[in-house]
């Protein structure tokens, strides 16, 4: 009897033809030897069927035929992989196949992606075995079929994914339908346009308020003007900024003339503290002093989002270029799995990590700094350090260098070696010590007002030896020498200081940012922080909006629908008109949808299926019931034209 073994992607199952010694039969859709056959989708070869495969009376949109919830769903072979379809059923099904290792993606998605193939394809009672791996490496492919579990181990998992898609499916199937049917004809109007359909999804337009929030926050925004008072002080004939600030038991605490503890709203109020100040000679007095010093530790390391959100900003590539990028290095054996939330390792990684340090002495930019932690001995204790965590790792941990693949460097681009190089770096710092400064804070007296002085610089450059990175923005040089800040570090307590001067600086505040392609993508994993119920925010702790594997393609959804704008060179991300538009629809009819608390306590019930805390008919039980109550809504809603008052209020910001 022979083994197959089916994985997700074609470079993924020649990955492992190789390693098993599987040459035999390429072109005819697999590979084969006397022992093995090795095969492979074409990422997905299934999906869900249409309404219409139901009942030919569903392919109208009506509002007589929603809510649609199957009580067994279709599917349905994706007509341009037909043929690969049939290969892979008929392998399954041979009779001289033994034993299917299932060699897909280690994730939700890959996992849906065979049990679908296997459904379809009628596959009886053979032994399956799942293979989890997190790098192509020979000995982790080796590894992961040695070590493979019975797929029926893979049950929950399995649930979580049917359910993701139903839930996806009968949201955009019946709430598209609902809002379009009400709304398509008034902005179609509204707009002059020849069609429109409304696109909801469960993630896609909760992402889409997210940004219209900002949109408007940064528009409805009120720039306030301050002023502050700032004091030079002259130390043996050099000088330093020391700042006014009110505090406890001092003239102007809590009084209503300031904008906050160091700034007025009113500059007249600012000049009158300067005369006040100026008054009775120039002269201050030391009252406080102290030096401390600093540690700042190294970053953890990098999970998928954390990598999308530094290419955004350091190489102005979208979070989709960015996943491209990391699935290129990883199937190049270069990095380990890339569609990962973790950013630590695995107790298990971390014993054999010297292995991952060790091949980076044949990576020429990181050489000298993988020869210099195997001989601090770092990584022989990184297992007790935060850096290793086992409770943190769902599926993967961390996207870390494997240290093999060398010879395929030649072969990327700059831009994929750029990547390559962030995430060898970042991967080495956690081995070298922290950063240290040493930090000086003096308060000077001045009547009964006193003003603050802080300074700061680096002692050892620790990690930042090995994390600094050529692609930063370089910052500013320090403002002061440490020759200086240690000559004022031993003034003491008492000391008569010289002022040369006092003077006003005036700033005002600023609107908050627009989301950039990265900073939107690690938003949308840290979606807790919009709860404010902090019962709530702490038990979908670790739930974002979608999931590492599925978030750039939101982004990508939402710019393809038109309803946003996605700037090539900045990365930064904007509504379109129409955008908005679709955003008013479901604030007035559907609005759960928009909120992220609600998207990410799904995604979090998702996680309770694969962990086997919460059943399957639990989940579906409360979705349905979601979606029945909406779709119904919105077939009651009557005054949907009055909605275009709602879209007038917009339009003046997009008119040319």
């Not at 996207?399 to 390559?420: C, D, F, H, K, W």
């Amino acid at each position: 009897m022979k083994n197959l073994y089916i994985a997700e992607k074609p470079s993924v199952a020649r990955q492992f033809a190789d390693v098993l010694g599987v040459k035999e039969n390429a072109g005819a859709g697999y590979l084969e030897s006397e022992d093995s056959v090795v095969t492979w989708c074409v990422g997905h070869l299934i999906t869900m069927s249409y309404p219409d495969a139901y009942d030919e009376k569903l392919k109208k949109w009506d509002l007589a035929t929603i809510p649609f919830i199957p009580t067994e769903f279709k599917y349905e072979v994706i007509p341009d992989v037909s043929k690969q379809f049939k290969i892979v059923a008929g392998l399954l099904n041979r009779d001289d196949v033994g034993c299917i290792y299932v060699c897909t993606d280690s994730g939700r998605e890959g996992e849906y992606i065979y049990r679908l193939v296997d459904q379809m394809a009628k596959v009886g009672n053979k032994e399956k075995r799942r293979v989890w791996i997190d790098s192509q490496t020979e000995e982790e492919i080796l590894r992961g079929i040695r070590e493979a579990k019975p797929l029926s181990e893979y049950d929950s998992l399995s649930d979580a994914a049917y359910l993701r898609a139903k839930e996806d499916y009968l949201m955009g199937i019946n709430f598209s339908r609902a809002l379009s049917l009400k709304y398509s004809y008034v902005i179609r109007n509204y707009l002059k346009l020849d069609k429109c359909v409304i696109a909801v999804g469960r993630v896609m337009t909760c992402v889409l308020g997210i940004i219209v929030k900002r949109e408007r926050e940064i528009r409805e925004f009120v720039k306030t003007p301050f002023y502050r008072v700032v004091g030079t002080v002259n130390v043996a004939g050099q000088t330093f900024e020391a700042e006014w600030k009110a505090v406890k038991d001092t003239p102007y605490f809590n009084s209503p003339l300031l904008y906050k503890e160091n700034g007025f709203k009113q500059k007249k109020d600012a000049e009158d503290l300067v005369k006040k100040l100026s008054a009775n000679g120039m002269e201050a007095t030391l009252v406080a002093s102290e030096k401390k010093k600093e540690k700042k530790a190294p970053p953890m390391l990098y999970n998928l989002a954390e990598l999308q959100n530094d290419c955004s900003s350091l190489f102005k590539i979208s979070p989709s270029d960015t996943l491209k990028i990391v699935q290129e290095l990883y199937e190049k054996k270069l990095v380990t799995y890339p569609r990962t939330d973790a950013r630590v390792l695995s107790t298990a990684v971390a014993k054999e990590i010297y292995k991952n340090i060790s091949g980076l002495k044949r990576y020429t930019p990181m050489a000298a700094y993988a020869d210099e932690v195997l001989n601090m001995g770092s990584y022989k204790t990184i297992a007790k350090t935060k850096y290793v965590n086992d409770k943190q790792i769902t599926d993967h941990y961390a996207i870390i260098p494997t240290g093999q693949g060398m010879g395929a460097l030649r072969g990327l681009s700059e831009i994929a070696a750029n990547v390559y190089e962030i995430i060898c770096r970042r991967f080495l710092s956690i081995f070298y010590p922290a950063a240290e400064y040493q930090k000086l804070s003096m308060t000077l007296a001045k009547q009964d007002e006193f003003l603050f002085a802080n300074f700061k610089y680096m002692l050892k450059e620790g990690y930042l030896k090995v994390a600094t990175n050529r692609f930063a923005r370089k910052k500013d040089d320090t403002k002061y020498s440490p020759e200086f800040i240690e000559t004022i570090g031993h003034l003491k307590k008492g000391d008569i200081l010289s002022l040369d001067k006092f003077e006003i600086k005036e700033g005002e505040t600023s609107p908050p940012k627009r989301y950039n392609s990265g900073t939107l993508i690690l938003t949308m994993e840290n979606a807790g922080q919009f709860i404010e119920d902090e019962e709530l925010r702490e038990q979908i702790k670790g739930a974002g909006i979608g999931t590492s594997a599925t978030r750039d393609g939101i982004i990508t959804k939402l710019v393809n629908n038109k309803y946003i704008a996605l700037n090539k060179k900045t990365q930064i991300v904007t509504p379109t008109f129409l955008g908005e538009i679709i955003y008013d629809v479901v604030y007035y009819s559907i609005n759960g949808l928009l909120r992220a608390d609600l998207t990410a306590s799904w995604e979090k019930g998702l996680c309770g299926v694969a962990d086997g805390s919460i059943t399957k008919e639990e989940y579906t039980d409360k979705m349905n019931t979601f979606v029945i109550k909406y779709t119904n809504l919105v077939k009651g809603i009557s005054n949907q034209n009055q909605i275009t008052t709602v879209f007038d209020r917009t339009r003046v910001y997009y008119k040319k």
